[in-house]
């Protein structure tokens, strides 16, 4: 479940970024909406950890992160 706010309490400049999303890609994921929303709160936060995961040290390749993660995320069935 998504919260309203979450999904259309955006500032107009991330309103913009959200709508070029939804033009170029046909929509804008629901982790970028969540990340753009109190960017101060959360969104700042978690991007850094997760450059850090997936782009930090580690016995696997960034792309056998990026891939792992796309796994997982069709597991979940998220089109991001």
């Not at 969540?34 to 959360?42: A, G």
């Not at 390749?61 to 792992?68: N, T, Y």
């Given at each position: 479940m998504r919260l309203d706010r979450v999904h259309r309490g955006h500032a107009f400049p991330d309103r913009l970024k959200l709508l070029a999303m939804r033009v170029m890609a046909?929509?804008?994921p629901g982790?970028?909406?969540?990340?753009?929303?109190?960017?101060?709160?959360?969104?700042?936060?978690?991007s850094a950890l997760t450059q850090q995961v997936m782009r930090g040290p580690s016995p696997w390749?960034?792309?056998?992160?990026?891939?792992?993660a796309a796994f997982v995320s069709r597991l979940n069935q998220c089109v991001f």
């Open positions: 046909g929509h804008a982790v970028v909406r969540t990340l753009l929303y109190r960017k101060d709160f959360f969104g700042k936060r978690f390749s960034v792309g056998e992160r990026e891939l792992f």
